[in-house]
């Protein structure tokens, strides 16, 4: 870690250093890398979500009630949709620069003089005031947000600079300058005051989510380059000691603080998770309260605990020996004795909980105190994970020859336990995820590839978790093919069940369309008799056919709306241009539909006075003319072969369960495709299959194997009853290493009579 000279030597030479002397070449080059980081990372965040923002200013603009409001929102998406690459230039350039400045006065350590806010943000009048009020929400809105890993970066560069804390304004990465240098670049777009402060606002929106985790990844360069990995509990001075190290092993108990529940978080902690998500610390903890000694979370060791006061014994082995150990137990059987510390019973890693077996070895207890907790913890996923109902046989016996790696993963790094897309994790989620609706007969090719994929982590895996990673991507992409077989599969009755489901439900949903439209005041008879009558069946013919969702039935609908629009008194010169422009659409689109039923003919003399009706219109007479007119004779309309038939009861209807009292039919209603569930037979079988599909309208539900077969519907209604009565339970939807971890932790929590209640 670099360390600046100390501010009380006086230079000696000829000239008087510069500001940027002052800093080391190194130091500057951490603080330009981190700078690079932060502002390229947050223009890729906003430049990956402009087309949101869009949508977010489309919406807006849609429910403003005044025109200022509408005009900022039209402004706003004018500006993104044109000029967003200049934008997020000048944007970088006006950060780099305000970056640059703010390190030039740090490096200056003879000036102590505050830092002003830029031109453009110094408070001239009133004006002006709108402007900080703004900025002063934003960036404390960041501040919040990023609370922790905002106040890990200071202290990190308070070490960097060998200086103070920094304020926020001192703080060259603080979210105050993000704004500052937007702020710029939108005046140098020419944005007026209003608009930069709308946009801010917008682009805050867009960012805050990732914003948190983007600082964490600058800390996590900071720890990588040496800067402050262990972050001490209290500022320098105070009675708590600080961590010494990160170095496995390099804990003794002379440097762990007295307060009862910070141990584990301070000790043993992870840079990716605050103390209060830390898992591995929440572990050790509740190990320290079983053991009933919360002080000294270094005793813990195995099953054995110091008592209360004294000190653990010092590790005989250390961490590099147990690792060396580990790996040679990895790539089969040992023999007794054959590798000091291990003892004298036969260990073999691929038969039941070796780890377990671990926990006895000589080597496990008097390995360093950080070390051998954590062979604990491992111990204890693993009996949760062996004991889960959810895995299959055959795929439990895979991941059982995965807990040497994993123990090795784990003792290697503890983000292990709090990340949930560490690849370890992932690896044993994905293989148990896998082998839900398995039956070792059904999908041997599966088998035989999770099989191979262990054996590449068992003889690969040294140290580099990249062996993990890789292989989780060679299995997610095997999935994802027999994904795609299965849902090929199950198109054609997905496509049956779908038409059959529109069918019902086609009356009811065209009639609604139609009776919001034709109520209105004004609408002629003569163009009610058409929608009723004609234009209904195209409505049916293309909700049947194609789905609600289908652009199909939006232009239907939009020429039915325009038909009305169409013979309404023009009265304004945009209303005549506009209905001049739309009449030959509209009039081939009404055709069109009608031709695909066969009814043009019958409705040529609707059409024919239909043009009546529009000469009218464009003089702006009343819509209204006289009655025989307005009811013009048309032919009788013969039915539509595929015309919807009358309504019945809808499948997703409770049948005497309201819906809002019943939570099994809620529970229905919220399962998407994917979610598994175990059915039970009359005779007791089990039968685990997965939610293919879901009808548009949530009344049907489609359930099939991993290979698309075997495939059985249910209605909401039926579904419901199935889970009410205990003959279906939905499987959990949890990650398995996320179900094992809270498994644990609950088994550690203290029963009733311990905890004096």
């Not at 934003?138 to 947000?145: E, P």
């Not at 595929?642 to 099994?664: E, I, M, N, Y």
């Not at 209604?717 to 971890?741: D, I, Y």
Request: glycine share 6%.
């Amino acid at each position: 870690m670099f360390k600046q000279p100390n501010s009380n030597v006086i230079p000696f030479g000829g000239r008087e250093p510069r500001p940027s002397d002052a800093m080391q070449a190194d130091t500057l080059a951490i603080l330009h890398t981190c700078r690079e980081r932060l502002i390229d990372t947050v223009r890729a965040v906003f430049t990956r979500r402009l087309g949101r923002a869009n949508d977010e200013l489309l919406a807006m603009m849609d429910q403003a009630f005044e025109q200022e409001q509408r005009q900022l929102c039209f402004d706003a998406m004018s500006l993104l949709a044109n000029r967003a690459p200049l934008l997020l230039q000048h944007f970088r350039e006006a950060y780099v620069s305000l970056f640059d400045e703010s390190i030039e006065r740090l490096a200056d350590q003879d000036r102590h003089t505050r830092v002003e806010l830029p031109d453009e943000l110094r408070l001239i009048d009133e004006e002006d005031f709108e402007l900080d009020l703004a900025m002063t929400k934003l960036t404390t809105r960041a501040s919040f947000n990023c609370a922790q890993p905002l106040v890990a970066l200071d202290r990190r560069l308070a070490v960097l600079l060998n200086g103070p804390r920094l304020t926020p304004e001192d703080n060259p990465l603080h979210p105050i300058g993000l704004y500052r240098a937007l702020f710029q670049a939108l005046t140098a777009l020419d944005a007026s005051r209003e608009l930069a402060i709308f946009l801010m606002q917008a682009f805050e929106r867009q960012t805050s989510a990732e914003l948190p985790g983007i600082y964490n990844d600058i800390n996590r360069y900071l720890i990588e380059s040496g800067i402050l990995p262990k972050i001490p509990l209290t500022e320098p001075g105070m009675q708590t000691s600080e961590v010494r190290s990160s170095i496995p092993g390099a804990m003794s108990a002379s440097v762990m603080p007295t307060a009862p529940m910070m141990p584990a978080a301070s000790v043993i902690s992870n840079e990716q998770s605050s103390p209060a998500n830390d898992v591995f610390a929440q572990l050790v903890a509740a190990l320290q309260r079983l053991a009933g000694n919360p002080v000294q979370p270094a005793t813990v060791a195995g099953s054995a605990v110091s008592p209360p006061g004294t000190l653990a014994t010092p590790p005989r082995f250390g961490h590099e020996q147990l690792i060396q150990a580990l790996g040679s137990l990895q790539r089969g059987p040992l023999a007794p004795g054959a590798v000091p510390g291990l003892g004298m019973a036969p260990l073999d890693p691929r038969a039941g909980n070796v780890v377990a077996q671990l926990r006895a070895t000589p080597m496990a207890t008097g390995s360093p105190p950080v070390d051998a907790v954590t062979i604990d913890i491992v111990a204890m996923l693993f009996e949760a994970i062996f004991d889960d109902p959810e895995l299959p046989a055959a795929i439990r016996a895979e991941i059982a020859k995965l807990q040497i790696p994993v123990l090795k993963v784990a003792l290697l790094d503890k983000g292990f336990f709090s990340d949930r897309k560490h690849p370890a994790r992932r690896l044993l989620d994905v293989i148990a995820q896998a082998g839900v609706g398995h039956g070792e007969h059904e999908n041997p090719r599966l088998l035989e590839t999770i099989r191979a994929i262990v054996t590449a982590v068992i003889t690969e895996f040294e140290s580099d978790i990249g062996i993990f990673a890789s292989q989780v991507e060679r299995l997610e992409a095997f999935l994802a093919k027999e994904d795609a077989r299965s849902y090929d599969k199950a198109t054609g009755i997905v496509e049956e069940l779908a038409r059959h489901e529109r069918q019902e439900l086609a009356l009811g949903r065209v009639a609604a369309e139609i009776q919001g439209r034709i109520t209105r005041p004004g609408v002629p008879g003569l163009i009610v008799d058409f929608i009723e009558r004609g234009w209904s069946q195209v409505l049916s013919e293309v909700f049947v056919s194609q789905g609600e969702a289908n652009p199909q039935w939006t232009q239907a609908l939009q020429l039915m709306d325009e038909l009305i629009w169409s013979v309404e008194p023009k009265i304004h010169p945009a209303d005549r241009e506009r209905f001049i422009g739309r009449l030959p659409h509209l009039i081939q689109g009404l055709r069109s539909g009608l031709a695909r039923l066969g009814l043009e003919e019958a409705w040529s003399e609707f059409f024919s006075v239909l043009i009546q009706r529009h000469v009218a219109a464009l003089r702006g007479e009343g819509a209204m003319l006289n009655g025989a007119a307005t009811s013009t004779s048309t032919p009788p309309i013969a039915p539509v072969t595929d015309r919807a038939p009358a309504p019945s009861k809808s499948p997703s209807a409770g049948q005497g369960v309201s819906a809002t009292a019943d939570p099994h039919l809620d529970l229905v209603r919220a399962l998407e495709p994917g979610a598994w569930i175990e059915f039970q037979t009359e005779r007791g079988t089990r039968n685990t299959l997965r939610l293919s599909w879901v009808s548009e309208f949530k009344g049907v539900y489609l359930f099939t194997n991993r290979q698309g077969e075997n495939a059985m519907t249910l209605a909401a209604a039926s579904l419901a009853t199935h889970l009410r009565k205990g003959t279906a339970r939905l499987l959990s939807q949890n990650p398995l290493t996320e179900r094992a971890v809270a498994r644990v932790m609950e088994r550690m929590q203290p029963t009733t009579a311990e905890s004096g209640a």
